[in-house]
């Protein structure tokens, strides 16, 4: 199948100022070479703790950040080289769902106005009337009413609120959507139902997705593979069966081993990680993960491991596995 989507040592690092002079004293290492494909028509996952990169990764892969250094092909195209004009047309085929909907939406837009600012910037001979059956359209692709189109975002629920991001995120046919944590402000019921609209949506229209989240459950049911972050870094990407099954870094052994199961007979272990997560700031030599792992070994300390295909298009950067 084709790549519509790939990153190759994609970095990003905030500068952290300090001094009278206001100057760089050194850098927050948000992203630190990450490697990842996404095939047409596929929704990858991107998993890990809290502040390990995965907002940061979806962002620079869309250049709302400006990467620090790699590439990111997109339909056989380095974006990275696009100037603004240029890049504002590929944004067309690219859009991002919001992790909040409550402050995602402007309060005092109608939602008409909302759903139909995309089409008013980039398809500015579209007439009103057509524009406002474009977005009546939308809305019903999303499951809300075309009457909804007056109301403001203050009138909504917080999943029809997702409802209408959704349906922003459609108004231009983009091929690639960012989903930065796109149900995890939701209660578990209406999580439910967006992500099974996520699922029809992508039939319907041949959606390719990024899916952020740190809840492994919604992942699980929503992605064709996955990939796990760690401190700026992929540390294994596998298909999803695959990875629930026989995940292989031991940093995905104790994040799966922390997923709620239902049946309280269940033998499953909990592994428990010891120590603190390194900061960005001074990452250590080596493994990322090698100051919490307990099978660290002295390699670990001193080379970092490499992303490699162990088989079967899956990937693990972990020197254990190539010593075994």
Not at 138 to 158: A, D, K, T, W
Not at 180 to 206: H, M, P, R, T
């Amino acid at each position: 199948m084709e790549k519509i989507l790939e990153v190759r040592d994609l970095k990003k690092y905030f500068p952290i100022k300090g001094g009278i002079f206001d100057r760089t004293i050194n850098h927050l290492k948000a992203v630190n070479g990450v490697n990842f494909f996404i095939k047409k028509g596929e929704v990858l996952g991107l998993v890990g703790e809290s502040g390990c990169g995965k907002t940061t990764t979806g962002r620079t892969v869309l250049r709302l950040h400006e990467p620090t250094s790699g590439e990111i092909i997109f339909d056989g195209e380095d974006i990275c080289k696009l100037n603004n004009e240029e890049l504002r047309m590929r944004r067309r085929n690219m859009q991002l769902i919001f992790q909040d909907p409550f402050s995602s939406l402007n309060p005092r837009l109608t939602v008409g106005d909302i759903v139909g600012e995309p089409l008013l910037i980039n398809e500015k001979s579209i007439k009103t009337k057509e524009r406002s059956e474009r977005v009546k359209e939308l809305l019903q692709h999303v499951g809300l009413s075309p009457y909804h189109i007056r109301r403001y975002p203050h009138e909504f629920s917080g999943g029809q609120r997702q409802r209408i991001g959704i349906a922003r995120a459609l108004a231009l046919n983009p091929k690639f959507i960012v989903c930065d944590e796109a149900v995890s402000a939701l209660d578990v019921s209406i999580q439910a139902q967006i992500i099974n609209l996520f699922e029809e949506l992508k039939e319907k229209f041949g959606l390719t997705y990024l899916f952020i989240s740190h809840d492994l459950s919604v992942v699980k049911h929503i992605s064709d593979r996955i990939a796990v972050m760690y401190l700026g870094k992929i540390v294994e990407m596998a298909d999803t069966n695959e990875l629930f099954e026989k995940p292989l870094h031991p940093y995905t052994q104790a994040l799966l081993s922390a997923v709620p199961i239902a049946n309280p007979r269940s033998s499953k272990t909990r592994i428990m990680l010891h120590g603190d997560v390194p900061s960005p700031v001074n990452i250590p030599d080596g493994c990322v993960f090698s100051t919490r792992c307990k099978y660290c070994m002295d390699i670990c300390k001193k080379q970092l491991p490499e992303l490699v295909d162990v088989g079967n298009d899956r990937f693990v950067a972990c020197h254990l596995e190539k010593k075994a």
